[in-house]
């Protein structure tokens, strides 16, 4: 069984104070459920979070990371600093990190090199832009990215990857992937798994869906057979629609 997952990437929303209080809300809100529920807050509040929700089963995840072990990279976080304060999983390859900070497949390469080799987890996102799904492009782009960054990896490493397939277009713009263009796209990622490397390892890995995925869609979404949960944006920044979405699942 793969496991479900949600998680609300923050982005630079919410200081300090903000976060307390949607972590006390959503903690207090919180369905049952065995679906995983992740938060990734801003970096200065990933320590704060984490404590917060010591005995919680949200979990916390940091947005980014830098792939060197320390040293002048001024600004930058390193998986060791996460790791310290208790975060074990990172989201990497956000189309934002690729598109306004030039983080390109053999940056992100490196950086789950280093993600893995601390024994982190990954929420790797990845998807085509607006042009590729017109051109027809969009299998081509997808597949490429997952090659140049993941599939040189060894299958064990899989064990420490979720996917988070996010069509560009549809990130924070209202426009949502309809279920079956999800569906097809996440079909799709699973048989290039496959293909790489065997049936278990395409079966064993949770791809999630992103972009706009919202109260009034995600049950549609989620119930498409690869479709195992989503990466949130917006919606994840109020409680009510973030627990909706894990009710959903
Ligand atoms: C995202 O940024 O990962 C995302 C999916 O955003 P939104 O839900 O706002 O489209």
């Known amino acids: 069984m793969r496991t479900k997952i949600v998680a609300g ?12 209080s949607l972590l006390t809300e959503l903690s207090a809100k919180r369905p049952d459920t065995t679906a995983e529920i992740i938060v990734a807050p801003t970096f200065v509040n990933l320590a704060a979070a984490r404590e917060q929700l010591s005995d919680s089963i949200i979990q916390v995840a940091a947005q980014n990371m830098h792939f060197a072990e320390n040293g002048a990279y001024t600004g930058e976080i390193s998986a060791d600093m996460l790791l310290d304060i208790g975060v074990e999983t990172v989201i990497l ?3 934002e990190r690729r598109a306004h900070f030039g983080e390109t497949d053999d940056l992100l390469a490196k950086k789950v090199k280093t993600a893995l080799n601390k024994n982190m987890r990954i929420i790797f996102c990845f998807g085509e832009e607006l042009e590729d799904r017109k051109s027809g492009n969009h299998f081509s782009v997808v597949e490429s990215q997952l090659k140049n960054a993941l599939f040189d990896l060894a299958a064990t490493a899989w064990k420490g990857i979720v996917l988070a397939y996010e069509p560009v277009w549809a990130i924070g713009t209202g426009e949502t992937a309809s279920p079956e263009q999800a569906q097809e796209m996440h079909a799709f990622i699973r048989k290039a798994i496959a293909d790489n490397y065997d049936g278990a390892t395409a079966n064993s890995v949770s791809i999630l869906y992103g972009g706009s995925v919202k109260p009034n869609n995600a049950e549609d979404i989620f119930s498409k057979p690869d479709v195992d949960g989503g990466l949130i944006g917006g919606a994840s920044l109020n409680c009510g629609d973030f627990i909706a979405i894990v009710k959903a699942i």
Do not use: L, Q, Y
């Open 9 to 20: 990437n923050w982005k630079m929303n919410k200081t300090h104070s903000e976060t307390e």
């Open 93 to 95: 390859g956000h189309s």
